[in-house]
């Protein structure tokens, strides 16, 4: 299996700050990544598919970078709203289609 | 506007089994894989199944293979999730989520989850 893992675990901000959420894969995964963002008590939402395609609907201040197998999700001038958990997730050719395990974006 | 609504979560024993129902509305059902994602409680997301618009294809997780069996019925626009020998590690939240369709998968739309607990 592809092993994805986050870095931070935890990261904590302000409003208006610009963070980065890094992804690595245990293996090449070329630009099969997908970002996902998780509120307490809510299914996950499609952020960023394919690496760096903004999902219809994702605010512009979402970005993501990368390839191979380092990946980046970049949030820009931080909102209220955007305190949430982040997740990636690979979709290259072989199943299973694991998830790294979080990132926590909290309010400094 | 795509709606993916799951039922069918609730206590259950250990060993015993559990039948997980996703309806979907908004889209053309049959044109989308779908798959299974779990939540175990404070934890992270686990992929568990997924099966091809048609449902002539399913694919498991390890852990979960031959004891989970996901089904659908394009004609009643739901997709289904059997939980067989159920064992306290999968207590979770199970949500279903549509595959996106693309060249590069992803999981677009998803339901509010449903929630399993195995226990005696």
């Known amino acids: 299996d592809i092993q994805m893992t986050q870095s931070p675990s935890t990261l904590s901000a302000s409003v208006g700050d610009s963070v980065t959420i890094t992804c690595r894969a245990s293996?090449?995964?070329?630009?099969?990544l997908n970002w996902y963002q998780q509120k307490p008590g809510k299914a996950p939402k499609l952020l960023i598919h394919a690496a760096s395609r903004l999902q219809s609907g994702a605010p512009p201040r979402f970005s993501g970078s990368g390839s191979g197998t380092e990946f980046t999700l970049t949030i820009n001038s931080l909102q209220p709203e955007d305190f949430a958990t982040y997740y990636c997730q690979h979709s290259y050719t072989t199943l299973p289609y694991t998830f790294g395990q979080g990132t926590k974006l909290e309010i400094k | 506007e795509v709606q993916l609504v799951e039922s069918g979560g609730g206590l259950v024993q250990p060993g015993g089994s559990l039948r997980l129902s996703c309806v979907a509305s908004?889209?053309?059902?049959?044109?989308?894989?779908m798959h299974w994602v779990r939540q175990l409680p404070g934890k992270g997301l686990e992929w568990v199944s997924l099966?091809?618009?048609?449902?002539?294809?399913?694919y498991y997780a390890d852990s979960v293979e031959g004891r989970f069996t996901i089904s659908r019925d394009n004609g009643k626009n739901s997709l289904y999730l059997l939980l067989n020998s159920l064992r306290s590690e999968d207590t979770a939240l199970y949500f279903c989520?549509?595959?996106?369709?693309?060249?590069?998968?992803?999981?677009?739309?998803w339901g509010q989850g449903t929630l399993v607990t195995v226990s005696s």
């Open positions: 989520a549509r595959d996106n369709h693309g060249q590069s998968v992803a999981f677009d739309n």
């Open positions: 293996q090449n995964i070329i630009n099969y």
């Open positions: 099966i091809t618009g048609d449902g002539g294809s399913t």
């Open positions: 908004g889209f053309n059902f049959d044109d989308f894989s």
